[in-house]
């Protein structure tokens, strides 16, 4: 099994340069250029799976309240950019998951799995997901088994938390914050306020 140990949180995202498959191109990106904005970075086992295709789709529908944020979304699976070719052409309502609003990374020789300790015995991808800040910082870390997909609703709530105390670097944002409730300054008595507030 992967040893995630602290899952990098705190550090530096490893960079990577590879294809990926943008509206139904092939295309080099890498993780750098998008130095400036925040990343959601998430693995998949495999294409033409069953949980993989929605997670990727629910991704892409919300595609826009990411990239509002000044966010941007990569997906990334040790499939080939020709299986993710496929896919994409495949529609949904046949097993595909039709255009989507942002790339799938072919991670085909597993360099970016082995960067990120995410792979299985077996050579797949867990699902792992990964919030990196504008300096390429991992704010974020989750790993989930290949049964059970994440959250995109919990994705946007983290992402929109982790803004907000880099707006504000004097709070913290308790459990279950979402925006518009209440946060804590991050002092004695500051929290003694908070948590008379919520009494």
């Known amino acids: 099994m992967t040893d995630t140990g602290c899952l990098r949180v705190g550090h530096q995202a490893p960079d990577f340069t590879a294809t990926a498959v943008v509206d139904q191109e092939f295309k080099e990106i890498s ?3 998008y ?69 799938l990374v072919a991670d085909l ?5 082995n960067a990120f300790n995410i792979l299985d015995e077996e ?9 990196i800040d504008p300096d390429g910082v991992i704010v974020h870390a989750t790993i ?5 997909g994440r959250n995109v609703d919990e994705t946007l709530r983290l992402l929109q938390a982790f803004q907000y105390v880099q707006s504000n670097p004097d709070e913290v944002c308790p459990a279950n914050w979402t925006p518009g409730a209440a946060t804590m ?15």
């Open 123 to 131: 050579g797949k991808a867990l699902r792992g997901l990964y919030l």
């Open 35 to 103: 130095r400036g904005k925040y990343v959601v970075l998430f693995f998949y086992p495999l294409d033409f799976t069953f949980v993989c295709p929605t997670e990727i789709t629910a991704f892409s529908d919300r595609y826009a309240d990411f990239s509002s944020k000044n966010c941007e979304i990569l997906g990334v699976s040790v499939d080939s950019k020709y299986s993710h070719l496929a896919w994409i052409q495949t529609p949904r309502n046949q097993g595909g998951i039709g255009d989507i609003n942002y790339p």
């Open 144 to 148: 989930n088994n290949l049964p059970v």
């Open 185 to 199: 300054l991050e002092d004695p008595q500051g929290s003694k306020e908070y948590f008379s507030a919520i009494g």
């Open 31 to 33: 993780l750098s250029q």
């Open 109 to 113: 020789n597993k360099e970016i799995g």
